[in-house]
């Protein structure tokens, strides 16, 4: 069996900073290292509409600009899948067959759709679809029998889910899938990205991010907002990291490097930190900094966005290969899920040979 990843993100806008640390950096740098056999990258439409029925436009729209993301980072449609979840109908069957798998009680367990069930205030409005979307992002795994999913912590009870229905399938009708693991993010900063203002997570609807193809000047002008130390009131007082935004941001993003280039006064953060704390540093001169070391990592980005969008329709050829491709893993799997459940109806010979004889000596 070989190593095998499977990752991919909602179409809910432009991916952010959040997205970056959580899981885009990582995925270029395992594309690169090539120690896996094969990496799927999927945009996840499907789930996106679990709560975006009545606006599949805004859905629609969205594709492409995951899309740019994706390649504008780094990830190479030659050394991975990458697919639009829709364009594979095959996991619409498999979700189907995995739902005889999970209780409704144990569906309502789940810490992860709980929370995201009181961010949208559903209350006992919540589309059937939202609800049962951890059975389709098992399926989603499932279908190219991934060994490993990159992902932030919040996702390990999706993850634990996927291997209980994984366990259950092959338990009951013979070991044909394969129970993934997580990949949690190696910079623990990088678990959970909080937002500009000090809110918990870095969210689109929450208005705190900064985007992945946001200018140099957005850029700046949203680093001038970031939370810091609301007693760090003088220059002179002391400061605290903890709960500091900026500091935050540079401990997920600055480097050594970043400190010659761009602030030769320090050799890296910790002495930054250990000024800012005992009291002398502004939170301006900071700021200052962290923009420029945002806008040295997102100038290479903007830049291969700005080559791709010059040519969309090479693109969308790039998602429908990719789906192609991803499609006929997904057939094959489905060929062996209903040999395992004999429902293979038209293939099996020997089913058809017997209810032959066995209608023959009825006669």
Request: with cysteine.
């Amino acid at each position: 069996m070989g190593k095998i990843i499977l990752t991919g993100d909602r179409p809910t806008g432009r991916l952010h900073l959040g997205h970056y640390v959580g899981s885009l950096r990582r995925r270029v740098e395992l594309q690169n290292e090539g120690d896996y056999d094969k990496m799927f990258v999927f945009i996840a439409d499907v789930q996106a509409l679990t709560d975006n029925a009545d606006n599949p436009e805004k859905v629609r729209q969205n594709i492409i600009e995951v899309a740019l993301d994706y390649l504008s980072v780094g990830l190479d449609p030659s050394k991975i899948t990458l697919f639009i979840q829709s364009m594979i109908p095959e996991l619409a069957e498999l979700t189907v067959y995995f739902m005889n798998l999970v209780s409704v009680a144990r569906l309502q367990r789940n810490p992860t759709v709980k929370t995201e069930m009181a961010m949208r205030n559903f209350g006992q409005g919540v589309p059937a679809g939202f609800f049962t979307y951890p059975i389709s992002q098992a399926a989603d795994i499932a279908f190219c029998k991934a060994t490993t999913v990159p992902a932030g912590e919040d996702q390990e009870p999706m993850l634990e889910l996927c291997r209980e229905i994984v366990r259950r399938f092959n338990t009951t009708y013979g070991e044909v899938l394969v129970e993934p693991q997580i990949m949690l993010p190696e910079n623990k900063v990088c678990l959970r990205l909080p937002g500009l203002d000090g809110g918990a997570k870095m969210s689109k609807s929450l208005g705190n991010c900064i985007y992945l193809s946001d200018t140099a000047k957005e850029v700046e002008l949203k680093v001038k907002t970031a939370y810091t130390d609301p007693e760090h009131i003088r220059v002179e007082d002391p400061g605290h990291v903890e709960g500091n935004i900026v500091m935050t941001y540079l401990d997920a993003f600055s480097t050594d490097d970043d400190f010659a280039e761009f602030w030769p006064e320090y050799k890296n953060l910790d002495e930054v930190k250990e000024h800012y704390c005992r009291g002398g540093l502004g939170d301006m001169k900071c700021k200052k900094f962290l923009t420029k070391v945002l806008n040295s990592r997102l100038e290479p980005i903007r830049r291969r966005r700005h080559e791709f969008e010059k040519d969309i329709p090479e693109v969308y050829n790039i998602l429908k290969k990719g789906s192609e491709a991803a499609r006929e893993v997904a057939a094959q799997t489905l060929h062996e899920v209903r040999e395992a459940m004999r429902i293979n109806y038209f293939d099996d010979a020997e089913l058809i040979r017997k209810q032959s004889e066995k209608y023959s000596e009825n006669g």
